[in-house]
């Protein structure tokens, strides 16, 4: 078992910056790829950011990329997301996840979820 545990979310004024944070436990050898996901109201999950255990896979969903940056530190078992250059259309809870399904941008293939953290972005 991975408990997942996200923090860092809050209300932000458009254009501005928030870091999300995401510490593992348990069974922390399984979590080789760690990704973000968000959900806005009455959206479906959409995949955020992905990163391998070494970090040197990294990939991102189109709507967040050259803004948002992923990275971990496996000694701290946490995982980081730094938003930049937010806009209103970035409010949404944003998860973290584990898993080893095929298709990394595809919520199916995490086995792993934490509660989420919200992000408000206002305009």
């Known amino acids: 078992q991975v408990q997942l545990v996200e923090s860092g979310g809050g209300l932000v004024q458009a254009g501005g910056s928030l870091r999300l944070s995401c510490a593992a436990s348990?069974?922390?050898?399984?979590?080789?790829?760690m990704a973000w996901f968000r959900q806005a109201p009455g959206k479906e999950r959409e995949f955020v950011a992905v990163i391998g255990w070494s970090g040197g896979t990294i990939y991102y969903g189109d709507s967040v990329k050259g803004r948002f940056t992923i990275s971990r530190d496996n000694a701290k078992n946490t995982v980081y997301l730094q938003m930049n250059s937010l806009n209103t259309e970035d409010t949404a809870v944003y998860h973290c996840?584990?898993?080893?399904?095929?298709?990394?941008?595809?919520?199916?293939?995490?086995?792993?979820w934490g509660q989420g953290t919200q992000v408000t972005v206002s305009s």
């Open positions: 348990g069974r922390t050898s399984s979590t080789v790829r």
């Open positions: 996840a584990t898993g080893g399904g095929y298709y990394y941008s595809n919520y199916r293939a995490y086995d792993y």
